[in-house]
């Protein structure tokens, strides 16, 4: 079965789950019992099940399927949660304080999971494409190391040629660039802007050098060349990690509200109003 075919399916699944969900609900409603009570109890199993795949991301060794297989149940039940949600506080915001920030709190997470699927789906491809891919933890190593080679270059060249050009150029335009990371919204969104405007003002430092100086800035271009895809891949990397950071945390806090929530519900005989 290929990816289109698979995906329609899962999507035709989901919305006949959700129509059965929501007929089951009014159902119930018809059937003069309390409907918050039932779609509180559905909408919390399925947020657990959601919480559980990062759960199962960290356990391996146990034959719990496969990594694919549970992202992809974790897609589909995320959509269906938002309409779980939505028939759970009436499809208006809800008037109580807790209530109120669990909505929104839920709506955070459900922008960073959107966001986090598109950044999924977009970005390791063009990490795949720009060449052999580098571990992310070890990109501000492998940068020190290229700033340390930049530095030895342009001193080596002032010493050889007897002219400080080179090492002015570098002090003006790139110790910055070689000092971390950088670039990484036009990274993020496919700009290669910066590294072509360090290779024009390279372009127009060879113009004024001799034969020698030139040499050395060619080593030098390299040496951007390299650091600019050290920049890429640490910008695309970081972005596939950082909604975790939000999304994963929030998650947990989310289900802590929902079950005091709870408390209060049973305790006081409420609902979500």
């Known amino acids: ?12 699944i989901t919305v006949m789950v959700g129509a059965t969900l929501v007929l089951a609900f009014a159902v119930y409603d018809a059937s003069l019992y309390q409907e918050p009570f039932f779609t509180g109890w559905v909408l919390l199993a399925v947020m657990g099940f959601l919480a559980l795949f990062n759960l199962r991301k960290k356990i391996t060794v146990l034959p719990l399927g496969s990594a694919s297989t549970w992202a992809q149940l974790h897609i589909y039940a995320g959509w269906l949660v938002i309409l779980l949600f939505a028939e759970h506080i009436g499809w208006r915001l809800p008037d ?57 270059l342009v001193l080596e060249s002032a010493q050889e040629t007897r002219s400080s050009t080179i090492s002015d150029f570098y002090l003006r335009h790139l110790s910055g ?22 290779m024009n003002d390279i372009d127009n430092l060879q113009r004024y050098l001799n034969s020698r100086e030139n040499e050395y800035a060619d080593r030098l ?45 049973y305790a006081f005989g409420g609902g979500m109003s």
């Open 1 to 12: 079965m290929n990816i289109t075919v698979r995906r329609r399916l899962n999507v035709a």
């Open 96 to 152: 109580g304080v807790l209530e109120f920030i669990i909505t929104v709190l839920f709506a955070i997470i459900v922008v960073s999971g959107i966001v986090g699927l598109m950044l999924s789906r977009i970005l390791p491809p063009r990490l795949t494409r720009r060449g052999e891919e580098v571990i992310f933890e070890r990109i501000p190593a492998f940068i020190a190391e290229l700033r340390n080679e930049a530095e030895d």
């Open 177 to 198: 660039f070689f000092s971390g990371p950088r670039n990484h919204l036009h990274h993020l969104f496919a700009s290669r802007r910066p590294e072509f405007r360090l």
């Open 221 to 265: 271009r390299h040496l951007v060349n390299k650091k600019d895809d050290l920049d890429f891949y640490y910008a695309l990397s970081l972005a596939l990690k950082a909604w975790l950071l939000v999304h994963v945390p929030l998650t947990y806090s989310l289900l802590i509200l929902v079950v005091l929530h709870l408390v209060v519900v």
